[in-house]
C-alpha cells in the first residue's frame, strides 16, 4: 500500500468568534460573585426587571461610553438588550410597518440580519459601501425615487402607539471596522447621512459591536493612546449635529452595542443608545413588557464587571495587543503569500490615521477567480474554510454583487494557525488560476452552517 498522507487539520478563517483564551473569565466569574453574593444585588437580578432594564447597568454604561465616545453620560439614553440581534428584532416590532417602511442594509453586509429584516415582513435593497462608507448619492437616488411612488396615506397593518413612530425608511450598516469589509465610514460621510436620514424619515440602525477594537497599524508603537473613539457613533453624529434634535424627538439613528465581541457572545447582553424618546419607545415591546428587560441575571453581573474597570482593562489589556497582533500575522501572511498571485486587500480608510479594528480582512482575488470556487475548493481540498462574498450580499438583491471578494477572520484561529490559513488560500488561487476544476460538495452543506456569528 501506498503512503496515505493524513488529513490537514481544519482551519476556519470563517467564523466571527473571539478566542476562548480571550475571553474574560476570571474578571466574570469576580463579577458574578460580587453580584451574586450581594442580595441587594442577586435579588432584584432573579426578579423580573424594569422594562429599560437594570438601572445599575444602564448608569454603569452611560459613563463607560461618555468616557471612549466623549458627551454628557446620560442612562436614559440607554436601554439594556438581550444582544445586537435579538435588539434588531425589538426595534423592528415597534419603528416599522411592512406597509410603510423600506430597509436598505450597505453591502457588503452583515448577512444574518437579513433573516431579522425578513422575520418582519420588510422589503429590503441593498446599496453600496463606495469610497467613504456608503455611497450617499445612489442612497439619496433610491430614497428620492420611493418617496416619489409613496401612498401619502397607507394602510398600516400595526396599530398606532403613543411611545412608538413608523420610520418611512431603515438604513442598516455596520459604519466602524465593519463586518465583512473591515471599512470605517468617514465623518463626512457620517454628517451627511444624519443629515439624509432627516429629510427623509429614516431610521439610521447602527452595529456598533467592534468600536472598542481598534489599534495603530504601523505610526503609533502601542495601544495606549486608543482607549477613546477616533470618530463619533452615528448616534452622537445625530445627537450633536445642528440643527439638534428637538426635546422628545425619537431622533434618527440608534446605536446597537453588544458585550459579544468584548466579554463573550454568551452573556447574550448589550444595549441601545438613542433619544430617551426612542429608548422609552423600545422599552415598551411587548417581549420587553411581558417580564421586563431580558437578560436581567447577566445585566446585574455585566454591571459589575464595568463598575470594577476590569472590563476596560481588558480591552485595553489584552484584547487589543492581541488583536493587533493577530491582523499583522495575517498581513504579513497576506503579502507574502497572495499579492503575489493578484490579490488585493480592500480599503479600510479611516482619514488619514493608521488605525485599524474588529475581526475581518476583506480581499479581492483575481479577476477570473471565483470566490465560490475557491472557497469550495479551499474547503474539500485543503482543510480551510473561508467566507466568499456572495454571502455578505443583500438576500434577494442582486444589484450589489461580490463574486471575486472573501472575508478573512483573524480572531477565532490560534495564532500559530493564522499563516497556514493564508498560505493554504494561495495555493488555492493558484490551483484556480492554473485552471483547476472545483471539486463537488462531500457534505452537500452550505458554508453558511460554519458561521455562527450572532451577537
Known sequence: MGDVSPPKKQINLLRGWPHPSLLPTPAITAAANAALSNPSVSTPGLLYGPDPGYQPLREEIGSWLSRFFGGKADAERICITGGASQNLACVLQVFSDPTVTKVWMVAPCYFLACRIFDDAALEVRAVGEGKEGV??????????TEDEKRDPKPQKIKLPKPWSKTYRHIIYCVPTFSNPSGKT??????????RLARKHDALIITDDVYDFLQWPTSSLSSTSSMNKALLPRLVDVDRTLEPLPAEGSFGNAMSNGSFSKIAGPGVRTGWAEATPTF??????????????????????IMCELLKSGDLEKHIEHTLCPAYKRRYEIMMKAIQQYLVPLGVTVGEVSFGDKEIFGGYFIWVELPKGVGAEKASLMAREEHGLIVAPGKIFEVANDESVKFENSIRLCFSWEEEADLEEGVKRLGKVVQEVVEGKSAPEKKDGGEIKNDLGEFR
Open 135 to 144: 455611497d450617499l448619492e445612489q442612497l439619496e437616488k433610491y430614497l428620492v
Open 185 to 194: 465610514m468617514s465623518l463626512s460621510c457620517r454628517q451627511s447621512l444624519v
Open 279 to 300: 429608548t422609552y419607545g423600545l422599552s415598551q415591546c411587548g417581549s420587553s413588557r411581558s417580564g421586563g428587560a431580558p437578560s436581567q441575571l447577566t445585566a446585574t
